[in-house]
């Protein structure tokens, strides 16, 4: 008895402390198994009313039917649905409260009017069987409801104390001494039930408790494992099914699913310069915004490196824009890190479903395409797809494809194009251009074959065979005109270079010193460091080195102070400004001056009128190239026009 009282104290104790999950599994388990709590009560029903009516009292059946009739409630109320489901899923403490309350109710209500109804059977009959029935049915109640109600053990023990303590009251009262030692049996089997309960509650509990932490253990794996480590965001994975669950949704319904892919422009750059802590700050900033912003409507993830993808659900396409818009903004708001503010901009492509991809897969295909449009239109501005970039990307691909074998079928040429002193009166270097006639394609221009060459790998091999060709044909001019040959940023840098351009000189005996590469203003961007050693190696070699198409781009004038150029060429959007445009006039004579400080030639490009190659002579810029001096050549047109030259110099 001492050890039940402290066991009793315990699982008050455990009951109150329990978490409000542990507890609303143990209410619903109550409800758990409807068909013994119908049996228990249509059983038990069924004999009160064969005894109230076999006995005729008037409160036996007037006990029956209360019975019957809270059996009836109980039954309708443990037959609903789950609680659950008609719920929505998750419970909260006040509803969980108010289901064990409903419970209570009807199972004491119930219990009692057993027990009374027992008490009475004993009291008011005589009958031998009758009271039998009563007192075997409702002792039977009793226990049965000791082990099913053992989740919420007060319940249970009090439905087993207002079942069975009316019986025995009712024995005992008979002042007979075989109903007296019945009385004795049933009060020892009552303790003995309680012991099973609690018992059975401690089974239960630790179960509950067990599982739920098992699966609670297994929902933060699982989360973990969705969530990107560095920003917290969602990762590539949980990106993925998300959308693929969103097109399973998607079907007939009047709405449309937007993916936004961006790409942080020059990401690379804020790593180098301010270090990689200084680019994760960035990343995880912008990432908490977009989350902020539209982790809520949908979801966003971060698919690696600077990469974001962010998937919403939207009305109509113009909203797919202004959200575009919105990303753009929230990309551009600085990240402050250790006092410092990082900015960013980002490139956008944008794909709407089903509009612009029917699955996943194209939805993804075609956002990519749009982003990579995005950024090659300028960075920092989005881009929607449009199935003609479909075929860009396709005619980019056989391009690549064919011009595998073209230096072998011989698709190549170069053009020359002669670069004159300013007054136009001497040849003083040709630039050499690049031409590739295909065979099933025809002529393709360099601003299309060149990005496909470089991002092939194959412009290595390539762009060696342009320098050894310039060479030779430089070599076979007769005067000391130069040659300019452009230079793509993956042959800079490629450690090769020196030795392709000391072996070319070598084998068409040109001297070095008319020989100038030229290079972008793209290649010092990238890697600073590797463009002025291999500039360098360039001209330790005793070849010149020119910046190409200046003003464009990042043009920021301490590339002139920390690279190793001799020549500076001005990009020819300057050039065509020149006439309408009195700022132009400023930049050029500005670069013009600057490039003669630091001891720079520097050569116009794009020269197409008489009046820019007027203004341009006011500028006293070194060299002019242009269309109205002359286009580009052939080998032998050049080879003649400086055998001209050559001629008219010595008349
Ligand atoms: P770039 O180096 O700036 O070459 C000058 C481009 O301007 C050439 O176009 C030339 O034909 C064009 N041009 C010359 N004068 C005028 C003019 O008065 N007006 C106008 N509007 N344009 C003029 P092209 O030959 O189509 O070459 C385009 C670009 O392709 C070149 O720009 C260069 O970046 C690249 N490229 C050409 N050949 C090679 C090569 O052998 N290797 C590498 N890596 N790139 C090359
Ligand atoms: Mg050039
Ligand atoms: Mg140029």
Redesign the pocket.
């Known amino acids: 008895m001492p050890s039940l009282l402290s066991r009793l104290r315990r699982v008050r104790h455990s009951d109150q402390v329990i978490a409000a999950q542990v507890r609303a599994t143990l209410v619903e388990s109550l409800y758990a198994s409807p068909q013994s709590l119908v049996i228990g009560a249509v059983a038990s029903s069924a004999i009160a009313v064969t005894v109230a009516a076999v006995s005729g009292d008037g409160w036996l059946i007037a006990g029956a039917v209360a019975l019957t009739g809270t059996a009836l409630a109980r039954i309708v109320d443990a037959l609903r649905p789950p609680r659950s489901a008609r719920d929505g899923g998750q419970k909260s403490g006040r509803q969980v409260k108010h289901q064990e309350l409903v419970y209570l109710t009807g199972a004491l209500s119930y219990s009692m009017l057993l027990g009374m109804f027992g008490l009475l059977t004993l009291t008011n009959t005589n009958d031998g069987v009758l009271q039998l029935l009563a007192v075997t049915t409702t002792i039977g109640y009793a226990a049965g409801i000791a082990g099913r109600n053992a989740g919420r053990p007060w319940i249970a023990l009090s439905q087993l104390c207002c079942a069975s303590v009316p019986v025995i009251v009712g024995l005992l009262a008979s002042f007979d001494p075989l109903k007296a030692e019945l009385a004795v049996v049933i009060g020892l089997f009552v303790v003995a039930m309680m012991n099973i309960t609690l018992q059975t509650y401690d089974v239960i509990l630790k179960a509950t408790v067990g599982s739920m932490e098992k699966a609670a253990l297994a929902e933060y794996n699982a989360a973990l494992a969705r969530r990107d480590d560095l920003t917290g965001v969602a990762n590539r994975t949980a990106f993925r099914e998300q959308l693929e669950a969103d097109f399973a949704a998607l079907g007939e319904a009047d709405y449309c699913l937007a993916i936004h892919w961006l790409d942080l422009d020059r990401f690379k750059e804020i790593n180098d310069s301010f270090g990689h802590f200084a680019g994760n700050a960035l990343l995880c900033g912008i990432a908490a915004r977009l989350n902020e912003t539209y982790g809520g409507r949908g979801i966003v993830a971060r698919l690696g490196g600077d990469e974001f993808a962010i998937v919403c659900r939207i009305r109509h396409p113009g909203e797919a824009a202004s959200i575009g818009q919105e990303i753009l903004r929230l990309v551009e708001q600085p990240v402050q890190h250790h006092g410092r503010l990082l900015h960013a901009t980002a490139s956008i492509g944008i794909a709407v479903a089903p509009t612009d991809g029917r699955d996943p897969d194209t939805l993804l295909k075609n956002a990519d395409l749009a982003l990579y449009r995005a950024k090659d239109s300028g960075r920092g501005q989005f881009c929607f797809y449009e199935p003609v970039m479909d075929e860009k990307v396709e005619r980019g691909r056989h391009l690549a494809s064919e011009m595998k074998g073209a230096l072998g079928r011989g698709e190549f040429h170069l053009?020359f194009?002669p670069i004159f002193d300013l007054h136009g009166a001497a040849v003083v270097s040709c630039?050499?251009?690049?031409r590739w006639n295909n065979r099933r394609y025809g002529s393709v221009?360099?601003?299309e074959f060149?990005p496909i060459a470089e991002s092939s790998g194959l412009?290595v091999e390539i762009?060696s065979w342009?320098i050894r060709e310039a060479c030779r044909s430089a070599s076979g001019w007769g005067t000391d005109v130069n040659v300019a040959?452009?230079?793509?940023p993956i042959?800079l840098r490629s450690p090769d270079l020196p030795a392709v351009i000391m072996n070319a000189l070598a084998a068409t005996g040109l001297t070095a010193g008319r020989l100038e590469l030229?290079v972008?203003e793209s290649v010092l961007l990238e890697d600073v460091e590797g463009a002025i050693a291999a500039l360098k190696a360039i001209n330790s070699l005793d070849v010149g080195t020119t910046l190409?198409?200046f003003g464009t781009g990042y043009s920021s004038l301490s590339y002139l102070t920390r690279f190793p150029f001799q020549t500076l060429?001005i990009d020819?959007s300057f050039i065509s400004d020149l006439e309408q445009s009195p700022a132009s006039v400023a930049i050029v004579q500005t670069i013009v001056e600057l490039a003669a400080k630091l001891g720079m030639r520097t050569v116009a490009?794009?020269?197409?009128t008489q009046a820019q190659l007027d203004q341009l002579r006011r500028t006293r810029c070194d060299a002019v190239?242009?269309?109205?001096l002359a286009?580009?050549m052939s080998a032998s047109m050049v080879d003649a026009m400086l055998a001209d030259d050559k001629v008219r110099a010595r008349g």
């Open positions: 053009l194009q630039e050499v251009l690049l221009s360099p601003v060149i412009i762009g342009v040959v452009n230079l793509s042959q030229e972008t190409d198409d060429k020819r490009e794009g020269i197409e190239q242009g269309y109205f286009p580009p």
